[in-house]
């Protein structure tokens, strides 16, 4: 088995891509050990010293360090990727624990937010795997769009200005309505 590896945005977190599915819907943001014990995998990761957050896509693995160097903590990363895929067992205990949290929105602006959902899914979403995160809608109120980031997206220093100057202009270019995206 080869593991591919591709660093982030976000220097204190790097993406691999084991070649097999990860995921087969949504996606899975365990930011702490707790949130990782729907996942034999992210428990294995949270193990390794100084590993701070794991999120799985659809076909790739993210890693967020809380401290130390990618270059020590890799080997074992791998390891235990190849490990756990080797060993035939789930990646999450309940897949359907990937499901997203509710949203928000007036039933008036329904016709709005399928149309801004329909454009982060298009858009946004697969250029946001691409850097080992996710954004997903979350609600929207008064022409303010709230996302949620996820993955390597959650802390990157370059968040704001993906926020800021590109999906709040792209919203507000196709849905006049849309005056603000804020992250949640």
Same mark, same amino acid.
């Given at each position: 088995?080869?593991?591919?590896?591709?660093?982030?945005?976000?220097?204190?977190?790097?993406?691999?891509?084991?070649?097999?599915?990860?995921?087969?819907?949504?996606?899975?943001?365990?930011?702490?050990?707790?949130?990782?014990?729907?996942?034999?995998?992210?428990?294995?990761?949270?193990?390794?010293?100084?590993?701070?957050?794991?999120?799985? !896509?659809?076909?790739?693995?993210?890693?967020? %360090?809380?401290?130390?160097?990618?270059? =020590? +903590? *890799?080997? $074992?990363?791998? @390891?235990?990727?190849?490990?756990?895929?080797?060993?035939?067992?789930?990646?999450?205990?309940?897949?359907?624990?990937?499901?997203?949290?509710?949203?928000?929105?007036?039933?008036?602006?329904?016709?709005?937010?399928?149309?801004?959902?329909?454009?982060?899914?298009?858009?946004?979403?697969?250029?946001?795997?691409?850097?080992? !995160?996710?954004?997903?809608?979350?609600?929207? %109120?008064?022409?303010?769009?709230?996302? =949620? +980031? *996820?993955? $390597?997206?959650? @802390?990157?220093?370059?968040?704001?200005?993906?926020?800021?100057?590109?999906?709040?202009?792209?919203?507000?270019?196709?849905?006049?309505?849309?005056?603000?995206?804020?992250?949640?």
């Amino acid at each position: 088995m080869f593991i591919q590896t591709e660093s982030t945005p976000n220097p204190a977190t790097l993406k691999f891509l084991p070649g097999k599915p990860v995921l087969k819907q949504g996606t899975l943001d365990m930011p702490t050990r707790e949130a990782a014990a729907q996942s034999p995998l992210a428990g294995k990761l949270f193990d390794i010293p100084n590993v701070g957050g794991v999120f799985f !896509g659809a076909d790739f693995i993210s890693v967020t %360090k809380t401290d130390g160097d990618w270059q =020590q +903590m *890799k080997p $074992a990363i791998l @390891g235990a990727i190849m490990e756990h895929y080797m060993s035939g067992a789930p990646i999450v205990a309940n897949e359907a624990a990937a499901a997203d949290d509710d949203e928000f929105f007036d039933a008036a602006d329904t016709e709005t937010v399928a149309t801004i959902k329909d454009l982060i899914e298009t858009r946004v979403r697969p250029a946001v795997a691409g850097d080992g !995160g996710d954004i997903t809608f979350r609600g929207f %109120k008064e022409g303010v769009v709230f996302l =949620q +980031m *996820k993955g $390597a997206c959650s @802390g990157c220093p370059s968040s704001t200005a993906t926020l800021q100057h590109g999906i709040q202009n792209l919203l507000r270019h196709f849905v006049p309505e849309v005056t603000e995206v804020r992250p949640i």
